[in-house]
């Protein structure tokens, strides 16, 4: 039983190590030949949990193998084209100037109610206020609205006599269950002394807040721990 736990731990931290040396990506996000890498990693490491007797350098040594060579394979489709589009394909457009390409729904197997679902994920609930819907090598559908259903910008709310506010950068934490933190701190252009006068003007110290957030303009924003009046 103790050999079969630290196996399983050691395996856990090989395999953690090589989805890292791959590169951070969600599932949802992974291409063929990556998603086919983690299933093949997974099934290669449950192989010396499940069987005591397997030597487990073999799967370690395997798991290794197929992260560089995932890494190889992903430098080679940089650097060709071809080989790119053969094994990831190319985004296609479903929706084109406002039109539904009914070809291109046949060619991916969609019916129009896995469009509606994949519209309604990407935020857009009424087809007719899609101007481009593409379906990108991932299975994701990016969505471009017409003009009069996007949403302003800064600079439409600019044109509009509308300042921006003083200090654009966001706030940080700087108190965190008590604790501060020094280097937050530094980036909100504040020392600890003037942080404390600005404490004690509110009856507080930094021992009794649950949460500080700040920003460059000093700008402070307390949650105070419960039970604290």
Request: proline fraction near 5%; charge should be neutral.
């Amino acid at each position: 039983m103790l050999i079969t736990v630290w196996r399983t731990l050691f395996l856990f931290f090989a395999v953690t190590c090589a989805l890292r040396f791959m590169g951070k990506r969600q599932i949802g996000e992974l291409q063929p030949a990556e998603l086919v890498t983690t299933i093949m990693i997974s099934n290669i490491a449950a192989i010396p949990i499940e069987n005591p007797g397997s030597p487990i350098l073999n799967g370690v040594l395997s798991i290794a193998l197929l992260a560089c060579l995932e890494v190889l394979f992903s430098a080679i489709l940089l650097k060709s084209r071809i080989i790119r589009g053969i094994m990831i394909g190319h985004p296609r457009c479903v929706i084109r100037d406002g039109t539904v390409d009914q070809k291109e729904l046949r060619a991916l197997r969609w019916s129009i109610d896995d469009l509606m679902e994949m519209l309604r994920t990407a935020g857009s609930f009424d087809i007719s206020e899609v101007l481009f819907a593409i379906v990108e090598t991932n299975g994701s559908l990016s969505v471009y609205p017409k003009f009069q259903n996007r949403p302003a910008t800064n600079q439409d709310l600019s044109m509009l006599g509308i300042t921006p506010p003083a200090c654009e950068a966001p706030p940080v934490i700087v108190v965190s269950d008590g604790q501060l933190d020094r280097q937050a701190l530094r980036y909100c252009n504040l020392t600890e002394e003037r942080l404390n006068r600005l404490l004690q003007e509110r009856g507080l110290e930094i021992g009794e807040i649950f949460l500080l957030s700040c920003n460059r303009a000093a700008q402070l924003h307390i949650v105070k721990k419960e039970g604290l009046r």
